[in-house]
Nanobody, 125 residues
């Protein structure tokens, strides 16, 4: 019954910024962590960033570290992804997720509990 509603996204030019939002609705308890993943056509879905619900420890895939910032608002059951200095390679559908783990894991099925609907981020060069 948990729904992850994503907003934000869109079409921007390289070097621009974008902010994604993900609100978790219908949760009966707080998740261990929440995070962002992305998928481009013909590629596997990959980890982008995650944050622990208690403590706010954040993790990033190397390709976005220093450019993206994940944050959260526990009272609003919402996480955010501030994306700065966007590159064409960042173009993908971005998915929000609730997670079991407190740190990144190699297999998505080992950690993902719920997926958001996905939102398109397109960065033109």
């Amino acid at each position: 019954q948990v729904l992850l509603v994503e907003t934000g996204g869109g079409l921007v030019q390289a070097g621009d910024s974008l902010k994604l939002y993900c609100e978790a609705r219908g949760q009966t308890s707080a998740p261990n962590s929440m995070g962002w993943f992305r998928q481009s056509p013909g590629k596997e879905r990959e980890f982008v960033s995650m944050i622990t619900w208690i403590g706010g420890i954040d993790w990033y895939t190397p390709s976005v570290k220093g450019r993206f910032t994940i944050s959260k608002n526990n009272a609003r059951n919402t996480i955010y992804l501030q994306m700065d200095n966007l590159k064409a390679e960042d173009t993908a559908v971005y998915y929000c997720a609730t997670l079991k783990s407190f740190r990144p894991v190699s297999r998505l099925t080992d950690t993902v509990l719920h997926w958001g609907q996905g939102i398109q981020v397109t960065v033109s060069s």
